[in-house]
């Protein structure tokens, strides 16, 4: 015990003796509003740090939204680029498609005309259409090897 709390105490042993427990209420009031500016300042000082640890703690989150942010804006793209390809991969392809059925259908309206028109040449105009469907296939072999390369080869050459 240092000297100040021994002096405190022999203070307050003889108020109690003599003065009574209205100077000891008083006494306590005295004390309580001496130290209320420092008890202040401690709060505020306290209340500072936890401000500025919510803060750093709220940068530190805006900071990751941002990044994530950024990086959902770059899958976005990244899909709308490979969701345009494969548009363009099934617009070829309906295209060789359709450019299959037409020469199908023509050269089966090709073979109805010509059993109509000249049944007794049947033999020599079959074997024109089959020369014409072997050139057909050819043709689309051909196409769909370039629709190939171009999916191998994104630039499209």
């Known amino acids: 015990m240092n000297g100040l709390d021994a002096l405190m105490d022999g203070l307050m042993g003889q108020l109690l003796g003599t003065v009574g427990f209205g100077s000891i209420i008083a006494l306590a009031i005295v004390t309580f509003l001496r130290s209320r500016p420092e008890i202040?300042?401690?709060?505020?000082?306290?209340?500072?740090?936890?401000?500025?640890?919510?803060?750093?703690?709220?940068?530190?989150?805006?900071?990751?939204?941002?990044?994530?942010?950024?990086?959902?804006?770059e899958?976005?793209?990244?899909?709308?680029?490979?969701?345009?390809?494969?548009?363009k991969q099934h617009a070829a392809e309906m295209s060789v498609m359709r450019?299959?059925?037409?020469?199908?259908?023509?050269?089966l309206d090709t073979l109805l005309m010509m059993i109509r028109t000249s049944p007794e040449r049947l033999a020599a105009n079959v074997e024109a259409i089959e020369?014409?469907?072997?050139?057909?296939?050819?043709?689309?072999a051909a196409e769909k090897g370039a629709l190939h390369r171009t999916d191998d080869d994104p630039s499209g050459s």
């Open 75 to 87: 899958m976005r793209e990244s899909h709308k680029r490979e969701m345009e390809a494969v548009r």
């Open 99 to 107: 450019h299959r059925l037409n020469n199908e259908t023509q050269t």
């Open 40 to 73: 202040i300042r401690i709060r505020t000082e306290g209340d500072a740090a936890v401000r500025d640890d919510l803060r750093e703690r709220l940068k530190l989150i805006e900071d990751r939204a941002d990044k994530l942010q950024e990086r959902m804006d």
């Open 131 to 140: 020369a014409q469907r072997a050139n057909q296939k050819q043709q689309i």
